[in-house]
């Protein structure tokens, strides 16, 4: 019939164009990308430029995240989420999904390893009881901070201790 003829033909134009995609997935599997040979000190250093100017923070998510690094390829987000700098700056933006905000920022603060942290928060935004606990944890490593809290999440919130400057912050 009419109708399995044209299947056959379809399937034999399937046939054909796995084999062409197959070919082309293979030549690029062969291509040596110059930048995937650059050693990983060196890749680490060019993401730190790739960020805003520490102590100024990059936004959690979108092109100018770290994020958007660890997502480029296996090797980019070994070097990224190994690299403790592109995480220790860290903008706490109001989230109107608070427990995303706080399992980012526990993920944030966790790649940032031992480095002294930058915090901040936009203007106007308040943020949570929950987050301002959270960070307080971290406390022994802020070197720069500029928060906004709602003043009743505050005054829930324990501060215990002085404040003093992270190692290379200013007293």
């Known amino acids: ?32 990308y110059p930048v995937l040979t650059l050693p990983t000190e060196l890749v680490s250093e060019i993401f730190i430029h790739f960020l805003p100017d520490y102590p100024s923070s990059p936004p959690l998510r ?44 526990e993920t944030w603060l966790s790649r940032s390893g031992q480095c002294p942290l930058s915090l901040q928060t936009k203007k106007g935004d308040c943020i949570s009881s929950e987050v301002l606990t959270l960070i307080f944890q971290y406390k022994p490593r802020w070197q720069h901070v500029k928060l906004m809290a709602c003043a009743s999440d505050l005054f829930s919130t324990p501060i215990e201790g002085p404040l003093t400057p992270a190692p290379g912050g200013r007293p």
């Not at 009419?2 to 056959?8: G, K, L, M, P, V």
């Not at 197959?22 to 040596?32: E, G, M, T």
């Open 62 to 105: 979108g092109t100018r995240s770290p994020n958007i690094l660890a997502a480029i390829c296996q090797k980019w987000r070994y070097i990224a989420l190994s690299s403790p700098l592109l995480w220790r700056a860290i903008s706490l933006d109001y989230a109107p999904n608070a427990q995303g905000q706080l399992r980012m920022l």
């Open 1 to 32: 019939s009419i109708a399995e003829i044209e299947i056959a033909d379809l399937q034999r134009a399937i046939r054909a164009l796995r084999t062409e995609k197959q070919d082309i997935v293979d030549r690029l599997d062969c291509y040596q």
